[in-house]
């Protein structure tokens, strides 16, 4: 049976191209990333900008995380 290698996702790998590895399992060496289309914005306004948008997640999940424990704290199971 063959397989249709999906790059970042799956590869068909021979004892071979195994063995040329030492034998190690891990799917990075044999996997590989998918292609990425380049979507022209520059890295150095890219990433102030996605950072901000993690900051800000990380902020909501504070407020998630604190939610969650008045909650379970009224539940009877303060953590």
């Known amino acids: 049976m063959e397989y249709k ?3 970042g996702f799956c590869k068909s790998a021979d004892l071979g191209l195994i063995k040329q590895h ?3 399992l891990t799917p990075g060496r044999y996997v590989g990333a998918e292609e990425v289309e380049d979507d022209g914005e520059p890295f150095e306004e890219k990433m102030p900008r ?3 948008e993690l900051n800000g997640q ?3 999940s504070a407020k998630l995380e604190q939610a969650i424990k008045v909650n379970m704290g009224k539940l009877g ?3």
């Open 58 to 60: 990380f902020a909501e």
């Open 22 to 24: 030492g034998y190690v």
């Open 50 to 52: 996605l950072m901000a």
């Open 5 to 7: 290698d999906i790059p």
């Open 77 to 79: 199971y303060g953590l």
